[in-house]
């Protein structure tokens, strides 16, 4: 990545990283790739990494100490967002508001009700 001495200091150098990112405070979303930098061999690449951090967690695990808790696999790998994840997202945001609204319509039946007994 370049072997000047002053591109180095000047990446290193708070002022300017500041300077290009700008004054925003607000935190930054997690990295995820974009769609036109997955490929097949990236999916079984993070796949691949997913299953050994599972496996790794596993083995710290096996001789568990009394009174252990176990070790947590480390978080999957950032993927590209898909369409069916957006797809599922909205279908869980749907399923919650026709929840919500069914128990409004059954909390307003149920205060109807308490009204016209006392």
């Known amino acids: 990545m370049g072997g000047s001495q ?3 200091d000047r990446r290193r150098d708070p002022d300017v990283v500041a300077e ?5 405070t607000a ?13 097949l061999t990236d999916e079984l690449l993070a796949k691949i990494f997913d299953r050994l951090g599972e496996v790794v967690a596993v083995e ?3 001789p568990l100490p009394k009174g252990a808790k176990r070790v947590k696999p ?11 994840d957006i797809l ?5 945001e749907q399923r919650l508001a026709e929840l919500t609204a069914d128990v409004e319509v059954a909390q307003q ?8 007994t006392a």
Request: hydrophobic share 35%; no cysteine.
């Open 20 to 24: 290009k990112l700008g004054d925003d």
């Open 88 to 92: 599922r997202v909205r279908q869980r």
């Open 6 to 8: 002053f591109v180095a």
């Open 60 to 62: 710290a695990s096996v």
């Open 27 to 39: 935190p930054l979303a997690p990295w995820k790739p974009t769609d036109a930098d997955w490929t």
């Open 74 to 84: 480390p978080p999957q790998h950032p993927r590209p967002i898909r369409g069916i």
């Open 109 to 116: 039946r149920w205060q109807a009700q308490q009204d016209a």
